[in-house]
């Protein structure tokens, strides 16, 4: 649907209620894979982390890994879910070439982990307690690329080549119940969701969290009941939103798309959809019913998790602090106003921060550095911030710059070198010898040559328009190649005119 | 020097350890028989010569260097085609697969190679395991050694051809509802199924993953245990492998040929697995051994099983539905043949499907779709969740029986070896031949069939069946030894002595004749 047909949003609002649900997967960083030996771990030549049982040879059978389970039962923990006594795993049947096996070892019944909570907090400051339904374990597909197309997509395609190394690396689904009375809300409570979702995979350790690698995935559901009805609407699924930014825009679009949709009469197909993120809308995946048939059936190569109530317990006196608490926590000890730490949070650089703190930066310089050139710097690389440069150089170029050795500008410069490979923030002062002159008997040499050859300028100083003294400090900053420290040459412009009379 | 083919893996053992034969000599006169007969028998699909020969050199070499070997070094052994081996095609009898040469080695493999043991080859099968009487194969069926118009049961016909024609010591077969046991009955051949989770299945092209175990196929109850011992085990590799530590099963089995072995022994006869429906000469057999136990000091005691009578039913549920999963990694992406629809567009869909009609044979997909029908939502509980409570109660039988009995036996198939084509046109009548054996795959319990006699209407084995509780797998082997010594002293020699000579070359199928010596 173009743009121009959805309905406005307020108008929707007026005549339907959004019905939320969110099926988030998280990948687990654990170091092998879920059923086998092999490497978890991307950016290998395509198959080579594969063996029998991840590429489904005859033969091959699985072995559960133990680390995820124990991830999955801390993720479980942190959402607030009962861990089961006896769960177990199930095959869930469907013939894609991206699944070795053709069938997904996964959890139905049984799940690891259920009934959990989640506060969220809205910008508005509204409390939303998404349910948890459950959270099970599974392993992931491989990754097709399809070759020969013009939208790299399967249609249009020549072939495509599937690549293994992903099939059967760690997964935990995380399902939510249905999410109602979110209302006006409803987008902004689905990026809220996966957010906090991420912050806490993050905090657990149990993820690497990248949603721009699909570590984190999040599939929305939407449907809208009509005004006045107790009646459900037909719910769409829109699968592998990977922003949050995305997860915001895509209920939102489906919102306007299906009340204009319903408005004119029309109905709402049960599908998936395939979000776009360069166009800002969805569009028809395929048609998915309650009906679907995936025949489950319990894995009988495997035999039932039972995670004893003790190691359960143990688990759980691991947990870090909720990360919601922690954002409370950590702005008030930084004193930041919501806005400043608003901005932290949104770059994701509270880690960041956090540790340039612990390393000795005042807050408000960790946070000007982070969101400032960091960011900057990150943005046009095309990377995370907190990437490119360690938390401990940041504050040891902080220190440099509180200790007058370094300007701002140099700072800059130096934090350059720095994530260009140069070395700590003082190897680089040395190497790039970008330290601040602060020899004034240098300084006084190129300030008496530019009074010398502006005598009109030292003429009106000396009448005491002291604004005036600008021209010279520019001549000698650039004298200087910008290593002085202005204030300073500012002084000694004033001192030396005086002097000069 | 003996005819070296005759000899039992035991008495082989001890000829190569003391070097009064070589591996390679033992080896070399095995592939010369296969060469003899093979053509008539069609008991194996591949025959490695090279590589054994070269194994077997390197055994010898190790012998002479001093080194102290297994008892099993230098023994030649043929592998089902069900195992993956790495230096050999592995089809599973089944066109699908035809030439795939795995990138790896099923554990049992590994182990029996680990242990100095000789692959000559792999043995024939019907496809997938899904069979009776090795009909199946995609390859063409086996034909059993005491008269070729008949089958050698299924679906490790090739296994059990193997050894009881003499071109193989051992072998390894699989078992998921009677695939060791049926075709060793109708052979006149060991075979034991083992505990399920006591040997490693990884490597084992599943066909219905909660019932497959790999066992040993021999032609004397010591060289069953002497291979159980090699291949049996804790694998990391299988997460279903039981990690108890095992008694040695050859020390039970010697255990079992001591004097008054049997005396008090409380033997159970399960009163569902006899009677009607049995032949007469099987039945008739069945009761004169019996009669030996009693004489040897054992206790007969009768007991009933009445879930029993659902076995066959729930068998046939959750074999299809495990069956119907297992194979659909079977899709020409990544291994086995690819065949491309006749017309219309090359989807991957289509391309699976072309390759699934074109690979698979008519059982296989006769139990696909019946498995996946089964599973289907709305008739899981009715049919799937129903034969697993069957299962539960069949246990339970099981259960009831061993808190009386030490072991239970049966006769190990309800017929002699029927003629080819007999059952083809009806799945039942097929199904129903596996009676007997499918209950101790449904409870995971051990199991041994033996040969107990010729019957007489047709002269043809007949394979007496021993069931053990879980676990129990060494009292199978004592008893088991203790039995067979009973009987081959009242024959006076072995079931196999009797079996026809085969001609070499000429054979074809049919010329073979039936034993004229008629019953033991």
Known sequence: ?501 | MANVIKLSAADLSGLLSDRSVSSVEVTQAHLDRIDAIDTGVHAFLHVAGEAALAAAARIDARRAAGEVLGPLAGVPIAIKDVLATIDMPSTAGSKILEGWIPPYDATVVRRVRDAGLIPLGKTNMDEFAMGSSTEFSAYGPTHNPWDFDRIPGGSGGGSAAAVSSFEAPLALGSDTGGSIRQPAAVTGSVGVKPTYGGVSRYGSIALASSLDQVGPVTRTVLDAALLHDVIGGHDPLDSTSLTDTWPSMAAAARAGLADGALKGVRVGVVTELNGDGFQSGVSQRFTETLALLAAAGAEIVEVSAPNFEYAIAAYYLILPAEASSNLARFDSVRFGIRVNPEDGPLTSERVMAATRDAGFGPEVKRRIILGTYALSAGYYDAYYGSAQKVRTLIQRDFEAAFAKVDVLVSPSAPTTAFKFGEKMADPMAMYLNDVTTIPANLAGIPGMSLPMGLAPEDGLPVGLQIMAPAKMDARLYSFGAAVEALLEASWGRTLLSQAPELAPKAMSAGTASTSTEGAV
Request: charged share 25%.
């Open chain 1, 1 to 501: 649907m173009k743009k121009a047909e959805l309905m406005d949003y307020d108008k929707a609002l007026e005549l339907f209620e959004p019905v939320l649900g969110f099926e988030v997967h998280v990948e687990l960083n654990t170091k092998t894979k879920m059923f086998c030996g092999c490497a978890n771990e991307f950016g290998q030549g395509a198959n080579t982390n594969t063996c029998p049982t991840c590429l489904g040879l005859p033969g091959g059978l699985p072995q559960v890994n133990a680390k995820a389970i124990e991830s999955s039962i801390r993720l479980g923990l942190a959402l607030g879910c009962e861990i089961a006594e006896h769960s177990r795993f199930a095959r869930k049947n469907y013939f894609y070439p991206d699944t070795a096996k053709n069938f997904q070892t996964s959890q139905y019944d049984e799940p690891i982990a259920f009934n959990g909570q989640l506060t969220i907090e809205l910008e508005s400051g509204r409390l939303v307690t998404v349910d948890i339904e459950r959270a099970h374990m599974e392993d992931d597909a491989g990754k097709l690329t399809h070759v020969g197309g013009a939208t790299g997509r399967i249609q249009g395609a020549d072939y495509s080549l599937v690549d293994y190394n992903r099939g059967g690396v760690p997964l935990v689904e995380i399902v939510t119940q249905m999410i109602e009375g979110g209302e006006a809300d409803s987008p902004e409570i689905g990026r809220t969701y996966v957010a906090a979702i991420r912050e806490i995979v993050k905090a657990l350790g149990v993820s690497n969290a990248r949603m721009e690698e699909g570590n984190v995935r999040c599939d929305a559901n939407v449907s809208l009941r009509p005004r006045g009805s107790n009646v459900l609407g037909t719910r769409t699924e829109t699968k592998n939103v990977n922003s949050l930014r995305s997860v915001e825009r895509a209920v939102r679009y489906e919102i306007q798309r299906q009340a204009a949709l319903l408005h004119a009469g029309g109905t709402i197909t049960q599908e998936t959809r395939h979000w776009h993120e360069d166009t800002g809308i969805t569009s028809a995946g395929r048609p998915k019913s309650d009906a679907d048939d995936y025949r489950y059936f319990p894995e009988p190569d495997l035999v039932p998790v039972a995670p004893s109530r003790e190691w359960v317990e143990e688990l759980r006196a691991t947990l870090p602090e909720p990360p919601a608490a922690r954002r409370k926590r950590l702005q008030a000890d930084w004193g930041f106003a919501d806005l400043e730490f608003q901005d932290v949070v949104n770059s994701d650089l509270l880690d960041a921060v956090e540790a340039t703190i612990a390393a000795g930066a005042a807050p408000q310089a960790a946070r000007k550095w982070w969101t400032g050139e960091v960011a900057r710097l990150a943005n046009v690389s095309g990377v995370s911030a907190d990437s490119l440069v360690q938390p401990v150089q940041v504050a040891a170029l902080i220190e440099l710059v509180v200790a007058g050795t370094l300007t701002d500008r140099l700072a800059r410069q130096v934090l350059e070198g720095v994530i260009g490979g140069e070395g700590t923030p003082i190897e680089v002062v040395e190497s790039r010898g970008l330290a601040v002159v602060s020899d004034d008997g240098a300084l006084i040499a190129a300030i008496d040559e530019a009074l010398a050859a502006q005598p009109d300028v030292l003429a009106k100083i000396r009448d005491g328009k002291v604004q005036a003294a600008g021209a010279v400090i520019g001549a000698v900053m650039k004298a200087m190649r910008g290593q002085a420290d202005a204030a300073r040459v500012r002084e000694l412009v004033l001192e030396r005119a005086g002097a000069a009379e």
